[in-house]
């Protein structure tokens, strides 16, 4: 703003004033647009977040570290923890009857326990390719029955 205009506007003129440049106005409008950007690329990598088998430290790590940069907690953190889990150990983890309410207790629970949860997972997906491959006619342990 120059002198001229400040007169004009009623407002007092000060030559040292760092926001009467172009520069300090272009660096206030990307330290804002930034801050959304990096809000943004959080979020998206929240969504996107899930479990690969035998990474949990890094799901459990991610998941901590996103929550805190997106000032989540508590049942929405729980939440997302239990969707992320791979199908394979949701199953045994579901069926846990005394899980904790405090979400970071969850979250070092899950730690704790997700490699017996993926041995059962694996496990199981072991017994169910043997009875698949042992009888191949039948593709499932129910039959339907059709009345004719």
């Known amino acids: 703003m120059s002198e001229e205009s400040a007169r004009r506007e009623g407002i007092p003129f000060d030559p040292k004033n760092v926001l009467r440049t172009g520069e300090c106005l272009r660096q206030l409008l990307v330290s804002t647009i930034e801050g959304h950007s990096d809000r943004d690329r959080a979020l998206w990598k929240w969504n996107e977040l899930t479990m690969k088998p035998g990474k949990i430290d890094h799901f459990c790590d991610e998941l901590m570290r996103l929550a805190s940069e997106m000032r989540y907690s508590g049942n929405f953190v729980k939440e997302k923890a239990c969707m992320g889990i791979t199908t ?45 491959h042992s009888n191949p006619e039948k593709s499932d342990d129910r039959q339907l029955s059709t009345k004719r």
């Open 88 to 132: 394979d150990p949701c199953k045994p983890w579901a069926l846990q009857s005394l899980l904790p309410d405090e979400y970071v207790k969850y979250i070092n629970l899950l730690r704790q326990t997700s490699p017996q949860l993926e041995e059962v997972a694996a496990f199981n997906l072991s017994v169910t390719r043997e009875k698949h």
